[in-house]
């Protein structure tokens, strides 16, 4: 019987700590094939003032294997980079993108701050910063 109960303690300790070391931020959403496109950044809101910022890009372009571009006005390559999707358990928000783009870049302002996102339809894209200046960013899908 004392056996049993030594058995059944370490099981659960092993369980235990297989839960406990799952980190939810870590996990892929399955909205990256709604993502995979060019996006033309409408508009940004937020700040101190409500007024948005200029933030340096025109576009912001996601593609596969989590690789991601921003572009200017006439479309040259302002800056690249890598972005993660991780769930987000928030009302309406999808989830979260972190982005790692070199700090000196152009856009490094809009990279410093991990953006909640949500879609509004099929070609509607927001993304909101959980804290700080709290922007928030609205792209359209570009045909």
Known sequence: MGRIIKHAIV????????????????IQVDDEGRLVAKWHLERVTGGLHGNGYNPGFEYLEFLNDHFCQWYGADNEILAAGRYEL??????????????????????SHFVKVDKKYRFEGRDTLLMDEGCCDLFSYVFSRVP
Do not use: P
């Open 86 to 107: 991780r769930s987000l358990d928030m009302g309406e928000y999808t989830g979260l993108i972190h982005f790692r783009v070199s700090q000196d870049s152009l856009i």
């Open 11 to 26: 099981i659960i300790t092993l369980v235990s700590l297989c839960i406990a070391c799952c980190d939810k931020g870590d």
